[in-house]
């Protein structure tokens, strides 16, 4: 039987019966629109009384570094990870149309003209909401990032078993 054959009452009720109660967002991408996605769904599922636990890896991992952020790896090819992904949540690309910053900054003023928040305000609307977030502690000794870089916020530090362990008990895993 699919849903449009069950009444209309009765589909809104398995579908509260069903309704997931903990969500993990894989956060990978360090582009702007991507990230701004995860942090609108991670907000609204806690608004919605929902668990949300967003583990932090790759070059997601620039948006939980604190603005301008470097490495401080002695490694050549970790220095320039780290001088090509200055951190900070305010500074992320566009995935499309950034055009070397001008796409990034038409976008910031849509946003202000439209009162949209930034990533910093939807990241702390995020915390003010219980919204756990862990970085990726492999992704760190990869790209030389340490903790210190890293926003007051951070919950936890973890690897892979941590992000499947929470993913195992949710009912909503997203890759961003």
């Not at 603005?67 to 050549?76: C, N």
């Not at 009162?115 to 790209?143: H, N, S």
Request: glycine share 10%.
């Amino acid at each position: 039987m699919s849903i449009a054959q069950i009444e209309p009452a009765a589909a809104l009720a398995e579908l509260e019966r069903t309704k997931p109660d903990k969500v993990t967002i894989v956060l990978l991408s360090g582009d702007m629109d991507r990230a701004m996605a995860a942090f609108i769904i991670a907000t609204g599922a806690a608004a919605m009384g929902m668990e949300v636990t967003m583990f932090f890896t790759f070059w997601g991992l620039n948006v939980i570094r604190k603005d301008g952020a470097t490495t401080t790896a002695k490694d050549w090819l970790r220095r320039m990870f780290g001088w090509l992904n200055k951190g900070g949540a305010s500074r992320l690309p566009l995935s499309r149309f950034h055009f070397w910053g001008l796409g990034t900054k038409m976008m910031h003023k849509v946003m202000r003209d439209h009162r949209m928040p930034g990533i910093p305000e939807l990241m702390q609307m995020a915390q003010d909401l219980g919204v756990r977030f862990i970085a990726c502690t492999t992704t760190m000794g990869l790209m030389g990032v340490s903790k210190e870089t890293l926003i007051d916020g951070v919950d936890q530090l973890a690897g892979v078993t941590t992000y499947l362990a929470e993913a195992k008990q949710g009912s909503v895993n997203l890759f961003i």
